[in-house]
Structures are given as C-alpha cells and as structure tokens.
C-alpha cells in the first residue's frame, strides 16, 4: 500500500513530554553518558511518543514491516531542564517518493509552557521498495 | 569532563577526538525502556531474522546518541551542541565497535559557530562501514 500523499501537513495532537529526572537517568546510562546533563537526545523519547501517532494513522497506511529510519535531524534552542514538561507537536511535513522507495518526513515542534520552542525535530522514515 | 574546547582552537579540518564502544545487548533493551522505541527490530532475533537480518540491531537513534556523547564531551557543554543532521546508512550488530567522529568543515567567526562533519564507523570482514555518514553538526563552543 502507498502512502496516502493527502496526508501532507497534516498535524497530529500535541502530547505532553515530561524530562523526569529517573528517565534522564536511565537514558543517560543506556547511551554511556556520565548523568551529569540532559543528554541531547533525550529529546528522541518525547519525538517519538508522539510519532507513534502518525506511525498508527490508518489514514497513512504505513506498512511498518519495510520502514527504516533514514534521516534524523535536531535543532536544539536551549537544553533540557530537569523536571520542565514541554509539549510536542508532530506534523507531515512531506510525502516523497525515489526510486520506488517512500520518504516521509515528520517535523516536531517541542516547546516550553510559554510556548518558546525549545526543540526543533525532522524524521525521515523510508518505506523501501517490495521486492 | 575534559576541558572545553574553545573556539579560537578550532581550525578547519581539525579533528574531534573519537569516541568507541561495543554495542551491548543489555544497552540497546535499555535504550528500548528509556527512549519508549520497542520496536522488536531491536529486541527479537526471530524478528530481526524475519526481516532479513542475522540478528538484532541497534535502534539508529541509539547510535546517534552515541555520536552526540562524542561531540558533547569535546565541547565540554551540552548547550554548545545547535544542530545536528544525520543520514542512517548502515545497520549496527550486537557486538559491533561503533566509532564516532567528526571534522571541522566551516567556522562562522562573527556568530562564533563551526559546522563539522560528522561519522559514525563500525570495521566489519576488513572493511569499514557507515552507520552515520554525510552527516553534519553545527557547535558553539564557549
């Protein structure tokens, strides 16, 4: 099934993204960091709640048995707090296709409780070709 | 840490020192619990093998993560880190020595920015592979 090209723009609930300081923990010793900072991606736990949305949406149709992770990108405005809760924004950014493969790339916005954007994410998904 | 780089030591072409570790399963179910991304991809064989691989492997993020402790413990400050791009062309194995690294490519004096290459490598039957490659990172170190 191809993704449904429609879905361009299409913007998804906000969902709230507390960096609770046992999760920071916990990430930072998973990826080999010292606990002593928000590691940087830890934003990738509050990206990807809310991409899971867009990864269920039946409206998208997307077959998650041939997706990769083919690009990541962030833009960090200021690191992470400890124990802020930011909310996180997800939208279809774009719906391409190559070479017989799907790109879909999801933009997120996360920002602070004055609505400063703290994070900006893109994340390419690539639905390869069958066969 | 190690002392902060600054940026009046930055030249173009100097290197970040690199960064290496194994790749352990019980890291990789930890990045699992702690990032939410259960994808079984990164946690069954049976799965993994179903999709065409010899056994799991790690998430990308969790190789980005890596290539951002490498950058983060050269800065000195992990608010020195702006932006980062990465293009995921390899997968990574449990056991896999994952290297990370990076170049200066540009340096914006007047902002006080550099923008640099970045890599992540892993040596496999003699050759090397890209996990990240043409990948870039923008810093602004203190």
């Known amino acids: 099934m191809a993704l449904n090209l429609g879905l361009e723009g299409k913007v998804y609930p906000a969902i709230a993204f507390p960096v609770e300081a046992d999760r920071v923990a916990r990430f930072a010793r998973a990826v080999g960091d010292d606990g002593s900072f928000v590691p940087p991606t830890f934003v990738t736990a509050g990206e990807f709640a809310a991409l899971v949305q867009v990864i269920a949406d039946p409206e998208l149709g997307l077959d998650t048995t041939r997706v990769v992770h083919g690009e990541q990108e962030y833009e960090w405005r200021r690191p992470l707090r400890l124990g802020e809760e930011l909310s996180v924004h997800p939208r279809i950014a774009s719906i391409r296709t190559r070479g017989g493969h799907e790109f879909l790339t999801v933009e997120t916005e996360m920002r602070d409780p004055q609505g400063e954007l703290v994070v900006l994410a893109r994340n390419t998904l690539i639905v390869r070709r069958r066969g | ?142």
Not at chain 2, 9 to 32: F, I, N, Q
Not at chain 2, 71 to 93: C, H, I, K, T
Not at chain 2, 102 to 120: F, I, Y
């Open chain 2, 1 to 142: 840490m190690r002392e902060p780089v600054r940026f009046e030591d930055l030249r173009v072409g100097l290197e970040v020192p690199s960064l290496s570790k194994v790749v352990r399963r019980e890291d990789v179910k930890a990045y699992a619990d702690a990032s939410g991304d259960q994808n079984p991809l990164h946690q069954s064989d049976e799965f993994a093998r179903a999709a065409g691989f010899p056994g799991i492997i790690a998430h990308g993020m969790f190789t980005m993560a890596h290539l951002t402790s490498c950058l983060v413990r050269w800065l000195g400050d992990p608010g020195a880190l702006l932006r980062m791009r990465v293009q995921f062309r390899s997968v990574v194995f449990m056991g896999d020595t994952i290297v990370a690294g990076g170049r200066v490519r540009e340096l914006d004096p007047e902002r006080r920015t550099a923008t640099l290459d970045v890599w992540v490598t892993v040596e496999r039957d003699g050759t090397t592979e890209y996990p990240i490659k043409r990948s870039e990172a923008e810093v602004r170190p203190g």
